[in-house]
């Protein structure tokens, strides 16, 4: 039996559409239809007054709920922090692994590995180092960073319809190394980098198509900086994070000023306080991380990922960094589905897509989530 989601305002992640209602089956989208065309035998779920758009998706989640995926590589980690994120609009996301030992990171793709039979929310993982640059490496702890190794070539392999997503910099990883990681399945991004612009170049020709977290691990713009070559570069994309702390709003208008239409995504890069009811200090590389007037920072008051949600970024978009609605909820949605390849399952509202659906206030407060036809 079709189930008819009505009497909301509908964005389809390409227009706006009234007086008519989503008809959703066997967790995918059927149709659009007038609200006086619902068929007969369909059940009817009301949302007056409300949004429905499409699920959000999160390329770079290290934690949510008070869980962290480094310091808990398993299964029910991974399942503990989608279901987190997922009461705050997140129908999809990857699990990130930032750099760590290797044993870490086996364990946390074998978690991921697992979670993703299982729970519809994960796509797979993103392994953020450990083969980043030293000189930008952020909190990444500098013992851990290292080359790539034959070993790490043959774990970045992805199985059974995962997302692998490694970020990498280019003055430790080579051309040679990123084109053997593109032509195995794994989609790579730049990040944590001081490398040159003719070594990024080299990169992207290779075969990275993004840059993680756009002006943070890079440089600032201006400076002849990575960041100036990302935002200069025509193709790639872009993950941006929209707390108020990462970026602020002249620095994303000049990245989507710069960019193509679509190429600049939202990312929460969230730590275990996001999502969170009651938010708790948590230990990153032994270090007690905290969350002050919103920032999660160490001891010395570097930033520390974030504590938001894609509902927060979305939000903090409209209210606070001049973008529109729509394209906002498309940086939360669309835009990322593109850059991960999975355009044509998710970030729409349309026919054939999967049922991912967000119903939320006008102003932008989450009321009720949908994964694959069903609600959480």
Not at 161 to 180: C, F
Not at 189 to 199: I, W
Not at 226 to 244: F, H, K, L, N, Y
Not at 255 to 265: E, I, N, Q, T, W
Request: glycine content about 10%.
């Amino acid at each position: 039996m079709a189930t008819a989601y009505c009497d909301a305002t509908i964005f389809t992640g390409e227009t706006w559409v009234e007086g008519h209602a989503l008809l959703v089956e066997g967790g995918k989208i059927l149709d659009i239809a007038a609200q006086n065309r619902i068929p007969g035998d369909a059940k009817r779920a009301a949302y007056k007054g409300q949004i429905l758009a499409p699920g959000f998706i999160d390329a770079q989640v290290n934690g949510g709920g008070n869980v962290l995926l480094n310091n808990t590589p398993t299964a029910d980690a991974c399942i503990a922090i989608a279901k987190a994120h997922q009461k705050h609009g997140t129908t999809r996301l990857l699990p990130t692994c930032i750099s760590d030992t290797p044993e870490i990171t086996g364990k946390a793709l074998a978690a991921t590995r697992t979670a993703h039979k299982s729970c519809p929310n994960i796509l797979g993982i993103h392994i953020e180092g450990p083969h980043l640059g030293q000189e930008r490496r952020g909190v990444h702890k500098s013992e851990y960073l290292r080359s790539l190794s034959a070993d790490d070539l043959k774990l970045y392999q992805p199985e059974s319809g995962e997302v692998i997503l490694t970020t990498v910099a280019p003055e430790t990883v080579s051309p040679d190394d990123i084109k053997k990681l593109k032509q195995q399945g794994a989609i790579i991004s730049l990040g944590h980098t001081s490398a040159s612009p003719d070594k990024i170049k080299a990169a992207l020709a290779a075969g990275a198509t993004g840059f993680t977290h756009l002006f943070n691990g890079m440089g600032k713009p201006g400076e002849n900086a990575p960041a100036d070559t990302a935002v200069r570069d025509q193709d790639s994309w872009c993950g941006i994070i929209i707390d108020g702390f990462h970026v602020t709003p002249e620095m994303l208008q000049l990245a989507l000023r710069s960019k193509p239409k679509g190429k600049v995504f939202l990312v929460s890069d969230a730590m275990p306080p996001a999502a969170s009811d009651n938010p708790q200090p948590f230990q990153l590389y032994g270090e007690t991380i905290r969350v002050e007037n919103g920032r999660c920072v160490n001891h010395e008051g570097k930033l520390a990922g974030s504590s938001i949600t894609m509902a927060d970024a979305v939000r903090n978009c409209v209210k606070s960094f001049g973008v529109e609605m729509e394209e906002a909820l498309r940086m939360a949605s669309a835009y990322p589905a593109a850059f991960l390849g999975l355009d044509q399952r998710f970030g729409k509202l349309l026919p054939g897509f999967d049922a991912d659906i967000v119903a939320m206030t006008p102003e932008i407060e989450i009321r009720s989530v949908i994964v694959a036809g069903r609600e959480g």
